[in-house]
């Protein structure tokens, strides 16, 4: 429950530095307020889908936000340091593997390409 415990004040925190009331960031993701209260007292975790929708009109990364969430381990901050083409593919399997709704149809195309990229070493 400290993770929980955790993000609700983290998330609480954002929320208030930001100048936003539950009800305006509800006006500005289309999260419900009820649901925004349940994140923000530890009786819910949020989705990254929930977390995709609100992050933004709290000034933070999409990937901040899911490592706080504990969707991310901090080794994540080393996919930044890869080659920009390796980082992409990295990212769309991360992706994938948390919520392949997340993929856009790019992603697909990218995920797709890497998974031949990837295969065709094992296999030679």
Request: charged share 30%.
């Given at each position: 429950?400290?993770?929980?415990?955790?993000?609700?004040?983290?998330?609480?925190?954002?929320?208030?530095d930001?100048?936003l009331t539950?009800?305006q960031l509800?006006?500005?993701?289309?999260?419900?307020?009820?649901?925004?209260?349940?994140?923000?007292?530890?009786i819910?975790r949020?989705?990254?889908?929930?977390i995709k929708?609100?992050h933004?009109p709290?000034?933070?990364?999409y990937?901040q936000m899911?490592?706080?969430a504990?969707y991310?381990?901090?080794?994540?901050?080393?996919?930044?340091?890869l080659p920009?083409?390796?980082?992409?593919?990295?990212?769309?399997?991360?992706?994938?593997?948390?919520?392949k709704?997340?993929?856009?149809?790019?992603?697909?195309?990218?995920?797709?390409?890497s998974?031949?990229?990837v295969?065709g070493?094992?296999?030679?």
């Amino acid at each position: 429950m400290t993770d929980d415990f955790d993000f609700s004040s983290y998330l609480k925190r954002l929320r208030k530095d930001s100048g936003l009331t539950v009800r305006q960031l509800q006006a500005e993701t289309g999260v419900s307020g009820a649901y925004l209260s349940q994140l923000e007292n530890g009786i819910r975790r949020p989705s990254p889908d929930i977390i995709k929708k609100i992050h933004s009109p709290l000034g933070v990364s999409y990937e901040q936000m899911m490592e706080y969430a504990g969707y991310l381990s901090s080794d994540y901050h080393y996919l930044k340091q890869l080659p920009e083409e390796k980082r992409e593919i990295a990212e769309v399997f991360i992706k994938y593997l948390y919520d392949k709704e997340m993929l856009n149809e790019e992603d697909k195309k990218k995920l797709k390409a890497s998974a031949y990229y990837v295969l065709g070493d094992l296999v030679q």
